[in-house]
């Protein structure tokens, strides 16, 4: 009998264009992956073509607009072939019911059809093509677009269904009150910059800069002559860009090196698993899951890079006078690296989804905002079976985290000395209690992720459980956040 042929190699099964196959086999990584990085550096370059060439004192809105679309629905199709067909009905159907349905109701019809669609197509990648192994993955385009679409919707019911003494200040803010022509619904939600890989940003920001009104707005927010300017500045983000791309360059070098010496496998070893001791594990867990963090610094940084170098993305001057473009920014990897708490952790962690979740679901529904929150945010991640043991973890982790701060970090504030100490006990404990609550986020599926917490015993489990069952309740002390609002008050008094 004729031995079969080999089956073809998982870097070439993509629904994308097959013309970097070459160099994907070349440098070992999967296609979908070269495509990517392959698209976001061609629009890095046309992203500084796009602000020199086409600046909106040259040219109108309307060929500012055409042009990211183009180029976006090009970079889609070349990364997902025909899959890019669901992410363009998506958005043909959720434009149809901006013009057609009621400003009472627009917000909630889109929000369903969004979300529902996404979740039929996270729930066919996994179920009908086994966990997505045979299929390029196009969900995190439609991810990205979900949360645009669903921005919209609650910012346009709220500029033309809501009274305005109704609304937060940053839902006034951001409030639309005309519903957007077809091209500029096309181009907020295909343009080139942002359609691969993020982030989402608000409709009013993102039409104030393709009219060229974006950093004027952003300076006047800020005051920018109580900041030392005498005349109007005109900050550019070549340096900002630099930087980036600087972080991007180190985090490819991490991925190719860090992350291939220690991939998630490894914590699925009979070394591992069965002979490792406690501690070790431990610790090899937290360098696993540090490998696994740059091809998202990566990605995020690369993408924000791609929109600064559009003159996309400023945020104002910061403390020090300096020019700020981090409003698109996704992590603060100092931050997040040096985090002392949880919640310090997740707040500079995808930064934009945090506050999309904000903006759609924990600010407006009447009950259980943090249970539906949590909810919300699974669902739009996916129906991985890890996600949910990650977030179920994450739960009982910061409701202990909490009981231990409110109960103890008062001791510890002084002296420094103490203080210092209490920081690098935190710092770590924070560590490596994310890396066990992350776990199941890479590894996916249930029975890798029940073998890693069996060999764990399941420990910051049962930890979090007895402080949350036996350590006193005790209501929060905000003991930075007052004195911020408090000087707040005083400078606005004094100024």
Known sequence: MAAEPPPPSLSYRTTGSTCLHPLSELLGIPLDQVNFVACQLFALFAAFWFRIYLSPSKTSSDVRHAFATIFGIYFVIFCFGWYSVHLFVLVLVCYAIMVTASVSNIHRYSFFVAMGYLTICHISRIYIFHYGILTTDFSGPLMIVTQKITTLAFQVHDGLGRRAEDLSTEQHRLAVKVKPSFLEYLSYLLNFMSVI??????FKDYVAFIEGRHIHMKLLEVNWKQKGFHSFPEPSPTGAVIQKLCITLVSLLLFLTLTKAFPVTCLLSDWFVYKANFLTRLCY????????????????TLADAVNNAAGFGFSGVDKNGNFSWDLLSNLNIWKIE??????MYLENWNIQTATWLKCVCYERVPWYPTVLTFILSALWH?????????????????LAARAVRNNYRHYFLS?????VAYDVVTWAVTQLAVSYTVAPFVMLAVEPTISLYKSMYFYLHIVSLLIILFLPIKPQVHTQRQPQTLNSVNKKKAE
């Open 197 to 202: 890989a993020g982030p989402c940003n608000n």
């Open 285 to 300: 867990l937290y360098v696993v899951m540090q490998a696994s963090k740059p091809k998202y610094y990566f990605a995020w």
């Open 338 to 343: 040096t985090a002392t708490s949880f919640k």
């Open 382 to 398: 996916g129906v991985y079976p890890g996600y949910y043991f990650t977030f179920l973890t994450g739960t009982l982790v910061t």
């Open 415 to 419: 002296p420094k000395a103490v203080k």
